[in-house]
């Protein structure tokens, strides 16, 4: 069974700092990951989708990496702002599955 | 953009009460899911829905059921309302089950 881990659960950053968030997955043989923003109380917001034939994929500010063959993800977020501060989420899609597998998110603090 | 839309973000149900949760999507979506999610346990599958009519089971589907009637409309149905139910449901929409999920802002449901 497909497991996701995020670490570390929280994080806290001066305003400006480049960051990096993790996502390991546990099987290999994913379709596809996508990355999550969620504002406490919020639905999720999707900010990058990644095909498993795909690197990396940007997005403003943000760029995120795949790592089939470990089973790592990256989510970089450069020069960081307080409106960044939120949960950040990572899932994937096993190959053969139509749901998404989700992470325990990272919680994100950017301190002004 | 897509628009995914539940019909309250607040709610409060006695115990044992039928309880509906209503989620519509513009984007002539295929697929339409079903989340709770929990401190400490994440997002979890509860139903999805591939096609008008057409359902599926996801991890969790004990305690209810889902109607689609229309493609633009997906509901959650909760039968006899129990406190464990209490949660944030989430709904998402995919244009086809490989592709990008949009979710909507949630429904905070308490059982009392």
């Known amino acids: 069974k497909q497991e996701v881990t995020q670490i570390p659960a929280a994080l806290s950053v001066p305003e400006g700092e480049n960051l990096v968030l993790n996502c390991s997955f546990t099987?290999?043989?994913?379709?596809?990951l996508q990355w999550f923003r969620q504002d406490p109380g919020k639905g999720l917001t999707s900010l990058l989708l990644i095909q498993s034939s795909q690197r990396e994929q940007t997005s403003g500010r943000l760029n995120a990496s795949l790592d089939k063959s470990s089973g790592r993800s990256t989510l970089y977020i450069a020069a960081s702002q307080p409106g960044d501060s939120a949960t950040y989420l990572c899932a994937v899609r096993p190959g053969s599955a139509r749901q998404l597998t989700f992470g325990s998110g990272t919680q994100l603090t950017v301190l002004p | 953009d897509v628009k995914v839309t539940q019909s309250s973000r607040y709610l409060v149900k006695r115990t044992g009460e039928k309880v509906f949760l209503e989620c519509v999507q513009d984007?002539?979506?295929?697929?339409m899911f079903w989340y709770r999610q929990d401190p400490g346990l994440g997002l979890r599958l509860i139903y999805f829905s591939y096609d008008v009519k057409m359902k599926e089971k996801g991890d969790i589907p004990e305690g209810y059921s889902v109607s689609r009637e229309k493609k633009e409309r997906f509901s959650l149905i909760l039968e006899s309302a129990s406190t464990n139910q209490t949660s944030m449901y989430l709904c998402?929409?995919?244009?086809?089950?490989?592709?990008?999920?949009?979710f909507g802002p949630g429904t905070r449901l308490t059982v009392t």
């Open positions: 984007m002539d979506h295929e697929n």
């Open positions: 998402a929409s995919s244009l086809a089950h490989y592709e990008e999920q949009y």
């Open positions: 099987d290999s043989a994913i379709y596809n």
